[in-house]
């Protein structure tokens, strides 16, 4: 499959999906991250920002590509559709990952709706979570037990925003995976809304196994016939 990954800012998507990324990136998949705005002015200056994104995308082992706008005016019309259109086009997307459209930042809310009308051909569009999501309500969990590690590492190259000014907490990011974890049945999770989700459908290789271990059982349609037999 072919991956593109959208987030407004530096940190973005990997604190929304950077271990379902790994997953993708661990059986082959080309995964592109895309963020739309400049580097955001913070503490550090412009130019380490990009370089903690450029290393973050590398231990994801991403390509990566910058939108361009300023930050905190990325547009909701045309000039983003018209960006994240060429990204589309130029990865080839099987599947977008972008923000969940209810959000309190003006730039997450005009990315995902952006990538919404760009990604009207895609296959699948998933929406992830950021720390300013106001609702959200996830029906695909991707399990990202192996590859949690490998997102914490990601953000942790952020060091501008993990460490100077604590705008991510690396603790609360691995709580997060355990909570949408223990929602999906699961260790941890990723968790995402979706418009569109065509479904693949391939037999998991530890299923044959476990139907034929599984011990014979009386036939249920045969009880079903005894009970509507005794209610007659
Ligand atoms: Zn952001």
């Known amino acids: 499959m072919r991956v593109l990954a959208v987030g407004a800012h530096p940190d973005d998507i990997e604190l929304g999906c950077a271990g379902a990324l790994l997953r993708h990136v661990e059986v082959g998949d080309e995964v592109t991250m895309l963020v739309m705005s400049e580097v955001e002015h913070g503490p550090q200056g412009v130019v380490s920002r990009a370089q903690e994104q450029e290393h973050a995308a590398r231990i994801i082992g991403a390509q990566l590509l910058w939108g361009g706008f300023p930050d905190n ?8 559709v018209a960006v994240l259109d060429a990204a589309v ?3 080839g997307a099987d599947i977008v990952y972008v923000h969940a459209p209810a959000d309190t930042h003006q730039d997450h809310v005009a990315t995902s709706q952006s990538a919404h009308a760009a990604s009207r051909r895609t296959a699948r569009v998933l929406y992830y979570q950021s720390p300013s999501t106001t609702t959200f309500a996830p029906s695909v969990f991707v399990d990202v037990e192996s590859t949690m590690r490998g997102k914490l590492a990601a953000l942790e190259a952020h060091w501008s925003q993990v460490t100077q000014c604590a705008m ?33 459908i391939v037999r998991p290789a530890k299923a044959d196994n476990a139907f034929v271990e599984r011990a014979p059982e009386a036939d249920p349609l045969e009880h079903l016939a005894s009970v509507s037999t005794l209610s007659r």
């Open 89 to 91: 086009r130029s990865t």
């Open 73 to 80: 005016e990325i547009p909701a019309g045309r000039a983003s």
């Open 168 to 200: 991510v907490d690396l603790e609360a990011v691995e709580a997060g995976c355990r909570y949408w974890g223990s929602r999906a049945r699961i260790g941890y999770a990723e968790p995402f809304e979706t418009t569109r989700f065509v479904w693949d």
